[in-house]
């Protein structure tokens, strides 16, 4: 094998992926170098280990965030997303978001510009962290959240100004509402083909990994043309694409006397307010979640406390052309620099980038050294500090540890 990277590439529609790919990464800011170390020695190890030196990832370092405007006063260099594009997979680790900038926040310009319209977090508990639940073993589920539109194409109108001004008087004089003088507006957009996409991807995600349910989150009791088309174009696309393999509640109870078929995907609809209790109360209920933008963002952090925090919630933004797995917490800059945080997020997201790649057998000795690793009780502070007897060592030191439990 040449230490020369090769490029991965789609071919036919599906991911080619190379012994030696060339994969850019971005070591984030605040901690994110701190925790970028700890993972990249714990993705090399485990596809040494796995693949006894036949592939090897070669990384190519590419800029966005502080480090950029450093250097160029860019904060997100088109350069940068070239790259990312062109190679297909990437993964990054925690970015700042510049305020008062001209950037409203740079993960959601990268997964903008590359229509990265499929924002992927799962949520499956890892013994021995603490919890709040009483049963944490019983979850295991998949976030897909859109990505593209919701708030995250939302548009503002300040209170006050001219622009608001001309809205609330279109909207009182033409459409009959009654919005008060000092109203600020907002409008958020939600389509049928963002939303076909996403759903597909999540119910192609159920088939392939034989999972019992997709369920579509949404507040359609109230906003019935924006959150209640998301479950009505929902329940098309898995008609129109999935019909062999899905079946409604109504299918199930008419047609199978409410007993679940073998082999089907059940398609189901949840109100959001009710979704939240119901996956703390009968959690293993649901398996893949399709949410849009707001909804889905507030369930996989709730979703990730409930497993031990944000710090060992892995996340992954995918398009058709490309996919950039990352961390899910912030930057923590009080502890930059520091060998302290917990590198559980980005390492985790880096054995969904491995899936993503074909390369399982990589991906699941660092799951499974992850989990040992955890049970010996050798933990970084966040965990120490919560699980009796524990042993708390530095980031780095705790990537070491996983190594040796590979």
């Not at 990437?90 to 310009?109: C, D, E, H, Q, Y």
């Not at 694409?241 to 059940?266: C, H, M, Q, S, W």
Request: net charge neutral; with cysteine.
């Amino acid at each position: 094998m040449t230490n020369q990277g090769i490029i991965t590439k789609y071919t036919d529609g599906s991911l080619n992926v190379p012994d030696n790919p060339l994969i850019p990464f971005i070591e984030g800011d605040g901690i994110g170098p701190d925790i970028w170390r700890a993972a990249q020695l714990v993705m090399d190890s485990a596809v040494e280990n796995a693949y006894a030196g036949k592939r090897k990832i070669i990384w190519l370092e590419v800029l966005a965030g502080e480090k950029s405007f450093q250097q160029s006063g860019t904060w997100l260099p088109d350069e940068t997303l070239n790259t990312i594009e062109k190679h297909v997979v990437a993964i990054k680790g925690p970015m700042t978001t510049p305020v008062g900038k001209g950037i409203r926040s740079l993960n959601v310009a990268i997964r903008q510009k590359l229509d990265l319209y499929a924002c992927v977090r799962p949520v499956k508990y890892i013994d021995t962290v603490p919890s709040p639940m009483k049963h944490p073993e019983k979850i295991d589920m998949v976030v897909f959240r859109e990505n593209t539109e919701d708030l995250y194409a939302g548009i503002e109108f300040e209170a006050g100004s001219s622009e608001a001004e001309k809205v609330r008087s279109f909207l009182n004089g033409q459409m009959g509402t009654s919005l008060p003088d000092d109203a600020g507006l907002g409008i958020k957009p939600i389509s049928a083909k963002n939303t076909k996409r996403l759903v597909a991807r999540a119910i192609a995600h159920a088939v392939e990994n034989n999972y019992k349910s997709v369920t579509l989150m949404h507040k359609g009791n109230i906003m019935k043309f924006t959150e209640g088309a998301f479950a009505k174009w929902g329940y098309e696309v898995a008609r129109e694409k999935f019909r062999n393999a899905t079946i409604t509640e109504k299918e199930l109870y008419d047609d199978y006397r409410g007993k679940y078929p073998e082999g089907k995907v059940l398609i189901k609809d949840r109100i959001a307010d009710m979704l939240f209790q119901q996956v703390l109360l009968r959690p293993d209920e649901f398996d893949v979640i399709a949410t849009p933008n707001l909804n889905g963002d507030y369930l996989s952090d709730a979703l990730a406390a409930q497993v031990g925090g944000l710090g060992m919630a892995p996340g992954a933004n995918i398009g058709d052309r490309c996919a950039v797995f990352e961390a899910t917490h912030g930057t923590a800059p009080k502890y930059a620099g520091l060998d302290k945080v917990n590198p559980s997020s980005v390492i985790l997201s880096g054995a969904m980038m491995l899936d993503y790649m074909g390369w399982r057998e990589a991906s699941n000795a660092i799951r499974t050294a992850l989990q040992a690793t955890i049970k010996s009780r050798i933990v970084t502070y966040d965990l120490a500090r919560q699980i009796e007897g524990a042993t708390e060592v530095k980031c780095s030191e705790f990537a070491r540890e996983i190594v040796t439990h590979m």
